[in-house]
């Protein structure tokens, strides 16, 4: 396994660089490059690939040391799966708990990889007790006493979070088409300029972020999507609500096809908000794709490549993170087994860390410039 990582590192190193560095030398740019700036926002210059990212799951982290080398190895940012949702991070009223949180932080600063922080306000991962919040002031001030203590937590450490999760309905109308939470019953849409003020007001440094997701495939309910989105987007600049960058979570659905225009015509109308585009939770739901592992990898890649090739035409991602680095930990066979029984193959890397056509489809888009 250290050969792979190793071989494949020199490989990349190579590749970027022109010079067979290894993996110390690799480690020691990687450090300087974090010192100096932190890479969500350094990504300008087309010399410099995109930084490529995954979504981690500290409990994985702690006991499987191969998974553990391979993030460190590949990964130049990380985001944690759960551990900073709220049922994760404020189980019960008044009560916060950081461990795992802070473990992956720690983690980051370890392995000199940037963290970033998802999520602050979502209708999702929500401990019971929000739900018996009675009326607008206890709301607000939950919501407010959350994003507090959790982002002064790590300010300083987290340089982009997901302020604001999933906010659209499946098929929204227009933008104030949002989905039902506890949020929405107390607050309204409200909610998203309280959560994102009050993330600013805590750490003006750290990039806002918008993360949504079915933004990128043809039909109706998708076009009815991007349009909302946008008018949320404009609705929060004409009120002058603090937001820096919109997430494509990208969770490719294979059978459905990517409406190359509709996309694009979104991602310009997000560029001429000047706003960033980070894509935030890229994988391939392969449920419904042929068993035989070659071909179905082929067609992961392929679906991957028709949708990072239509968002590089536009923008450059200001970061391309992964949700999960290897089909050994990833949220899609809890959704979306098979019925052939056979492992999904969502990720970059198989179950025992091979890299597999998705890993270089990606590469080859780090790379390439607008
Ligand atoms: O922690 C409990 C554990 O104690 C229990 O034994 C186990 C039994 O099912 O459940 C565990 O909690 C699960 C948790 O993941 C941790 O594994 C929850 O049931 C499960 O619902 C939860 O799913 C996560 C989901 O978000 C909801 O928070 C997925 O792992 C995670 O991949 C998924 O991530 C979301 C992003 O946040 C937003 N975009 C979509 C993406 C995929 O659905």
Redesign the pocket.
Known sequence: MTTLFTSRRKFLTTAAGGLSLGLTSMAATKRAAFAVQPMLRAATADSVPIPYGA?V?AGALASDAAYRAAIASICQIIVP??EM?W??IHPSRGEYRFENADALVDFARQSHIEIRG??LA?Y??LPAWTSELADRAEAERELVDHIETVVSRYRGAIPSWDVV??PLVDWPVDKFSLRPSIWMKRLGAEYLPIALRTTAAVDPDTRLVL?E?DLEFSGARFAARRRALVQLLRWLRERDVPLHAVGL?A?LVAGRSIDRDGLQALLAEIVDLRLDVLIT?LDVVDYELPGKIGERDGLVAALAARFLGAVCEVVRPKAILT?GLTDRYS?VP??FKRADGMPNRPLPLDAEFKPKPLFDVIEEYRRKSV
């Open positions: 979504a799951r799966e759960g949702k049922s994760d998802h999520t979502w999702g991962a999760n999933e993360n997701y979570q969770h939770e949700w949220w809890t959704y």
